[in-house]
């Protein structure tokens, strides 16, 4: 969720109405289907089938956060925190099986419809939306202006074209920071309470509760912790981590809320615990330590000089768990939690007024002599060589002073909830850590603003921000998003305490950077942030039953590149291939061409990916894909056989203009066709059918072998590589005279068929 208040820029374009604003502009051709890396091996696959984008990004995160659907109207809102616009983004037209597609959206103006209500509330910012059970109301938090005053709730009915009409405001406590609806009359906030003004004598830190508002009633009632001050001792014997000085009531900070069988269940996440809320008494039955991961026993990695993924284990080394997103399931009539152990620091104040504060505790183990808070860790017991940003853990209760403490458990933990408290179940281990490196051996570790290996090892490795939980095919899911690392971790839970990991998917695009976003410090490139999807702040399960799509998806809001990203859960379009030999992240456009009978296997069960292509078999796959028309055209190469497989579409590529021969009446059928001689044909193709193929900016000058492309191809090497028909082979590399392979072929036909529809 969001950690600090962030000014809305935002244009009054809707003045008073209640009506949706301009439509938001599709992106360029930068979506490619991502599939799971373990589809068609585990018990559930993962697709992604469609994108939506804001046209907006920020290193530092804040664009798409939260986002909710109302299946009556088929439009999903998603929070747009550098616009302070709600984009209404309609999903009623996605199909199972479709490629994927670009969604486009329209933004509501939010802070106008509540300023024209209310014009005694000094509108700060939005931070969270959900939708009622029976997709008659959406309700928004909004956090007041200044940061000690109380927020409100915003109450709309949620009409057919995706419009909103304002109910009215409920005052809630102070900085709501998420919502959701226990029932369809009943709203709840997380209403942190942070000191955002620093710490000190005649600067107020404002208590922490939740409210609970009636939406028929617009009433509410705020629930604070101040039955917790006598039994501040006992909290931290128990694991739950206070300032030192510092009251519950006002140091407890609740982050998020899942609700079952008539409780919320609270994560307070600085202070590494979940409070349990009785919603008929509205009083709170307990706080409970969420426990710490101990990396004496689960081996982690935290040199961040290393560049490797090199897990070890440190005697004295325990994780804060500290989690933020937390979900509720039932099994057998027991409930069930599951909680993103992301971490977070304090950090508030300003140094100028000497109110500033901060409990990282930052050690580079490069200078000599540096040692871990507890003196247990050293350079040379360890290896260490880079920075690790510890707990400040002498300034808070409830911590071991023997040991020496991180941010975050880079895990997710199951907890049963039962009247005496939260027993755990099951936690993750380094399974986070030790997956990615192996998916993502070049960016394991990398950060969401900066795709460098290793870069947040030293700091809360991958960082797991925020779960849902869902149930396909008779089955139940956690799904547990990276922030950093970006992607989705899906872990079957049917069992809670024999959960086991089936699969994830990352449709962030390493090899890419977005042009703008680069930032330098001291002249050196500092952050930046990469193409696709980056940064999953929220996600939404779908149930096939109130799918658009009648299969089940999955919808991740992602704070940096601005987009939402919508994948199949499961589903018959996602049916196994029999190929063995074909890389996950390739599965969606083998299977493309495969299903439509533009290419096939060299046997049962290899499709040879990597094998190359002649001439003659990448036009037979275009002359496929137009649909194998006949024409009435004089064959006049005299190597190409008539009869042969290929004789009727080389015929046809001619008579069209979209493949021609060397000259002195050959084609060379059986000739390897080169990357160079494909992005000819499939430029001609494009331009044939009435595509877009516009030259850009001309980015390809910055390819290394940007020189070897022939003057023949330069025109279309420049488009398919822009526009996502063909992609480079590296970072700097387009290779133009090498040949072309069975997967690029693939994928191109599958760029061109997105293009198509």
């Excluded at 403490?405 to 895990?411: I, K, N, P, S, V």
């Excluded at 079957?492 to 449709?507: G, H, W």
């Amino acid at each position: 969720m969001r950690k600090a208040r962030r000014p809305a820029a935002i244009a009054l374009a809707l003045a008073l109405a209640l009506q949706l604003g301009a439509a938001v502009p599709a992106a360029a051709a930068d979506i490619t289907a991502t599939a799971g890396y373990e589809n068609g091996n585990s018990s559930l696959n993962l697709t992604q089938i469609a994108r939506y984008t804001s046209g907006q990004f920020n290193v530092d995160g804040g664009v798409m956060e939260i986002v909710a659907y109302n299946r009556a109207n088929g439009f999903a809102y998603a929070i747009n925190g550098q616009s302070g616009l709600l984009a209404a983004i309609s999903l009623e037209n996605l199909a199972a099986g479709s490629s994927v597609a670009r969604l486009s959206g329209t933004d509501i103006d939010v802070k106008a419809l509540v300023e024209a209500a209310d014009s005694s509330f000094r509108y700060g910012d939005m931070t969270s939306v959900a939708i009622s059970p029976d997709s008659a109301t959406l309700a928004a938090a909004l956090q007041a202006e200044g940061y000690n005053d109380a927020g409100r709730v915003a109450l709309f009915t949620c009409n057919a074209d995706g419009t909103l009409t304002l109910k009215g405001l409920v005052e809630t406590g102070v900085q709501p920071d998420m919502v959701t609806f226990a029932d369809n009359d009943t709203v709840l906030t997380a209403d942190e309470g942070e000191p955002r003004e620093g710490y000190g004598d005649g600067i107020a830190d404002p208590n922490g509760s939740v409210t609970v508002a009636d939406v028929s009633a617009l009433t509410s009632e705020v629930v604070g912790f101040d039955a917790f001050d006598a039994q501040r001792d006992a909290l931290a014997a128990s694991g739950v981590v206070l300032k030192k000085g510092v009251n519950p009531s006002a140091d407890l900070e609740p982050e998020y809320i899942a609700v079952s069988g008539g409780k919320a269940y609270v994560t307070l996440q600085e202070n590494n615990a979940i409070a349990v809320l009785d919603l008929a008494s509205r009083t709170f039955d307990g706080i409970y330590s969420a426990g710490f991961e101990d990396y004496g026993v689960t081996p982690i990695d935290i040199d961040k000089k290393d560049d490797a993924y090199a897990p070890k284990t440190y005697d004295s080394l325990m994780g804060i768990r500290m989690p933020d997103g937390i979900a509720a399931f039932q099994v057998d009539g027991r409930t069930y939690l599951v909680t993103a152990n992301e971490g977070d620091a304090r950090e508030w104040g300003d140094e100028d007024l000497g109110t500033f504060y901060l409990n990282e505790d930052e050690r580079d183990f490069g200078d000599e002599g540096v040692t871990s808070p507890t003196g247990a860790i050293t350079a040379e017991n360890s290896g260490l060589t880079g920075k690790v940003v510890f707990f400040k853990s002498g300034d808070f209760d409830g911590l071991d002073t023997g040991k020496d403490y991180l941010f975050g458990g880079r895990t997710f933990t199951l907890y049963e909830a039962g009247a005496d408290g939260l027993t755990e179940v099951f936690t993750s281990g380094d399974d986070f850590e030790a997956l990615t490196a192996q998916y993502l051996p070049d960016y394991y570790n990398c950060s969401n603003d900066n795709a460098v290996v290793d870069d947040r090892s030293g700091k809360k490795g991958p960082e797991a921000e925020s779960v849902t939980v869902g149930t396909v095919d008779g089955r139940t899911y956690a799904f547990v998003a990276l922030e950093r690392t970006g992607g989705v971790m899906v872990y079957d839970v049917t069992e809670p305490a024999s959960a086991r990991y089936v699969n994830y998917i990352n449709t962030r695009d390493f090899a890419s950077v977005v042009e703008g976003s680069e930032e330098y410090e001291d002249g050196e490139l500092d952050k930046w942030v990469t193409g696709g999807d980056v940064a999953p702040e929220g996600l939404l399960f779908l149930d096939a039953s109130v799918s658009p799509t009648g299969e089940a998806l999955l919808l991740a809001a992602c704070e940096v590149s601005g987009t939402v990203a919508v994948y199949q859960v499961g589903g018959a379009a996602l049916s196994v291939l029999p190929f063995t030999d074909v890389d996950a992240r390739d599965v969606q456009a083998v299977r493309y061409v495969c299903e439509n009978g533009l290419m096939a296997g060299i046997s049962a069960d290899r499709f040879e990916p990597n094998g190359t292509l002649t001439r003659g078999e990448a036009v037979a796959t275009l002359w496929a894909l137009e649909g194998r028309p006949v024409v009435n055209y004089l064959m006049t190469f005299s190597d190409v056989d008539p009869a042969a497989s290929y004789g009727e579409a080389v015929r046809w590529a001619a008579s069209q203009g979209i493949a021609g021969g060397y000259g002195g009446g050959l084609f060379g059928p059986d000739d390897l066709i080169t990357r160079e001689q494909l992005a000819v044909m499939l430029y001609r193709y494009a331009r044939h059918e009435g595509y877009d193929t516009a030259q850009g900016g001309m980015a390809i000058r910055e390819f290394g072998d940007f020189a070897q492309i022939s003057g023949y191809a330069l025109e279309a090497m420049t488009w398919v590589v822009e526009a996502g028909v063909l992609t480079a082979t590296s970072l700097d590399t387009l290779a133009p005279g090498q040949a072309a392979t069975r997967v690029q072929a693939a994928q191109a036909l599958l760029a061109l068929s997105q293009m198509a529809g």
